[in-house]
């Protein structure tokens, strides 16, 4: 083969190698999961199930984590008001991390009729993690509360996680399997995350796995000019 058929060929497969580092290198991974609710309310237990949707997406230095409910759950006897019912819940930290996270919404923006499901309002709150390594995000406890009561709602199948992600703690450290949560209002990467995401770090891996490969691709190219040209 030519030399600079062999360069080409050696070229294509060192951007061949980091492109497959790009593809194998997870950084988040999300499910919507079916979460059965039950609610202790003013007038008793009350059930619904709710598809229950978490994302994360970086924000500033951390992590801005989002809870979505797909459906309405548990009701009131009598109409809501508009801006009479405020909902807030927890989310439970599992993987490299433990404890929970609180989120909060904004109250109801239109009336809420008697005996109907009660639509929730997106929660969020923004997470730091103190150490490197994947975290679950798990529905945990729902509470509302409306015209002077509070209803508490928990989950009754034990949901699988919503959300993993593969964060990153302040300084980068390894992860050792362990992690402190963060009080609500923290952020995903305790102080110093990549700006535009995670998959910086993954475009950052590719590029020098194909530096490399090229480097090696170069010498070896050289060396065996050189001993040709020392035969002849």
């Known amino acids: 083969m ?19 580092v790009l593809l194998t290198a997870p950084a988040a991974h999300a499910d919507v999961v079916d979460v059965d609710y039950r609610c202790q309310t003013p007038i008793g237990v009350k059930s619904a199930v709710s598809p229950i949707d978490i994302k ?8 801005k984590i989002t809870m979505s409910w797909q459906r309405g759950v548990s009701s009131s006897p009598v109409e809501l008001g508009k801006g009479a019912m405020t909902p807030s819940a ?6 490299a991390d433990s404890g929970t996270l609180a989120v909060s919404g904004p109250a ?10 009660i639509k929730i ?21 729902l509470t509302i509360k409306a015209l002077g009561t509070t209803t508490t709602c928990t989950p009754a199948n034990n949901p699988e996680p919503s959300l993993t992600l593969d964060v990153t703690a302040a300084g980068g450290s390894p ?6 949560s963060s009080p609500p209002g923290g952020s995903s990467s305790g102080g110093r995350l990549p700006q535009t995401g995670p998959e910086d770090s993954v475009v950052a891996i590719g590029t020098l796995g194909g530096t490399v490969l090229l480097a090696g691709a170069a010498g070896g190219l050289w060396l065996t000019r050189r001993g040709q040209a020392a035969r002849h």
């Open 2 to 20: 030519s030399y600079p058929k062999r360069t080409a060929a050696l070229a294509s497969a060192a951007a061949l190698a980091g492109s497959m």
């Open 56 to 63: 994360g997406v970086e924000s500033g230095g951390g992590y």
């Open 90 to 95: 927890t989310i439970a930290l599992g993987g």
């Open 108 to 117: 109801n923006a239109a009336a809420i009729p008697a005996d109907t499901p």
């Open 121 to 141: 309002s997106d929660l969020s709150g923004t997470y730091t993690p103190k150490k490197t390594g994947k975290v679950t995000f798990t529905a945990a406890t």
């Open 175 to 180: 992860s050792d399997g362990s992690s402190s």
